[in-house]
């Protein structure tokens, strides 16, 4: 006697026992329809919408579950200064983790930092250099004084400086000298021939003041924000 074949379920679908096929084939569009709407669900609970693209969420750098900035700045709001600490920490960072750090939509992320960028928050990106590997792992800080600080003569000396990259920074200052020079060298010796090169040959110097620093305990140029 032949038997007659047996149908199996399709692999992965438990078989609908004892109930019409009309009423199985309801079942699973119902089915099907259900987690086609979870799926929408939760899809919007995940992504942001568009009205609230540019909402403000919790800042990585809250205080007290607040992002509250040191330094309250005009035109700045908790975003703002969340992106701008985020770029300090790593000027190399992805618009993607910017966005995703800030709770924006990267497009608008974007924007955001032109924004910054066009109104003069953001001045530029600098990569940070080790000056121990480059023969320059010596901080000397010097103090200058000037013949009279007469205009020519001053306008004479700020003109040398901005042209020498020996001399990282350069500050008139108040007090019993007038300018406040930082440099780097090798050694002292090294720093001792560029004191003789380089800061007595700057117009009108009459008196300086050498200070070799020991140890740099803190060195950044991150704004506090």
């Known amino acids: 006697m032949t038997q007659a074949p047996v149908s199996r379920p399709p692999i992965g679908r438990a078989p609908l026992r004892g109930i019409p096929d009309a009423q199985a084939k309801a079942q699973l569009r119902a089915g099907r329809q259900r987690a086609a709407a979870n799926d929408s669900a939760l899809m919007l609970m995940a992504a942001p919408s568009a009205a609230g693209a540019g909402a403000e969420r919790e800042c990585p750098y809250a205080r007290g579950g607040q992002c509250t900035p ?61 000056p121990l590997k480059l023969r320059a792992g010596m901080l000397v800080l010097t103090k200058v004084r000037l013949e009279h600080m007469g205009l020519g003569l001053a306008d004479a000396f700020r003109a040398a400086v901005q042209v020498r990259p020996e001399i990282l920074e350069c500050h008139e200052v108040a007090g019993n000298f007038d300018y406040l020079i930082k440099t780097r060298a090798a050694d002292l010796q090294t720093y001792s021939s560029m004191l003789a090169s380089l800061i007595w040959s700057l117009p009108g110097v009459r008196d300086t003041r050498s200070y070799a620093v020991m140890e740099e305990l803190k060195n950044t140029s991150q704004v506090p924000l």
């Open 70 to 130: 040191l330094v309250r700045s005009e035109g700045l709001d908790a975003t703002d200064t969340c992106i701008l600490r985020l770029l300090q920490s790593d000027g190399r960072i992805s618009n993607l983790k910017l966005a995703a750090g800030v709770g924006l939509r990267p497009g608008a992320a974007r924007e955001r930092v032109k924004r910054l960028t066009r109104e003069g928050y953001i001045l530029g990106y600098e990569a940070l250099l080790n």
